[in-house]
C-alpha cells in the first residue's frame, strides 16, 4: 500500500501549479467534463481494487452500480479511493459521501462536478 500513497502524493491538486496537466484519464483537470471525471474515477477504483485485492478488475467498470454492492469498494478502501479522487480534483470527499448516497461512479462525479463549479463562483 505505500507504493500507492507514494504515488498518489506525486499527484498535484487541483489547486496546484501543474494541475492543468493531463490526469489519470487524460483529461485535463483545470477543465473537465462529467464523463472524463468518471474515467479517471475508474482508473482511481481499479487502483484501489489492484492495491487491495493484487489483481486488475477483469471486466468493464458500469459507472451507474452500487460500488459496495458490486464488491469494489468496502470500509476499508472506500477511503484510499475518496483520497485519490480529493488529490486529483481539489474537492473535498469526505467518508460519509459513499454511505451518504453517492455510492456509484456517476454521483460521485456529480459531487465533485457540484463542488468544482461552487468553487470557481
Same mark, same amino acid.
Given at each position: 500500500m505505500s507504493r500507492w500513497l507514494d504515488a498518489l502524493r506525486g499527484a498535484p491538486r487541483a489547486s496546484e501549479p501543474g494541475a492543468g496537466e493531463a490526469g489519470p484519464a487524460g483529461a485535463e483537470t483545470a477543465a473537465i467534463d462529467r464523463d472524463a471525471i468518471v474515467q479517471a474515477l475508474i482508473g482511481h477504483l481499479r487502483a484501489v481494487w489492484r492495491s487491495a485485492n493484487r489483481a486488475d478488475v477483469d471486466a468493464a467498470i458500469d459507472p451507474a452500480v452500487d460500488l459496495y454492492?458490486?464488491?469494489? &469498494? /468496502?470500509? =476499508? #478502501?472506500?477511503?484510499?479511493? &475518496? =483520497?485519490?479522487?480529493?488529490?486529483?480534483?481539489?474537492? *473535498? =470527499? *469526505? /467518508?460519509? +459521501? +459513499? !454511505? !451518504?448516497?453517492? #455510492?456509484? =461512479?456517476?454521483?460521485?462525479? /456529480?459531487?465533485?462536478?457540484?463542488? $468544482?463549479?461552487?468553487? $470557481?463562483?
Open positions: 454492492e458490486s464488491g469494489y &469498494l /468496502d470500509s =476499508l #478502501n472506500a477511503s484510499q479511493f &475518496l =483520497l485519490a479522487a480529493e488529490k486529483q480534483f481539489g474537492v *473535498p =470527499l *469526505p /467518508d460519509w +459521501l +459513499l !454511505g !451518504g448516497g453517492a #455510492n456509484s =461512479l456517476h454521483m460521485v462525479a /456529480d459531487h465533485i462536478e457540484r463542488e $468544482r463549479s461552487r468553487a $470557481r463562483a
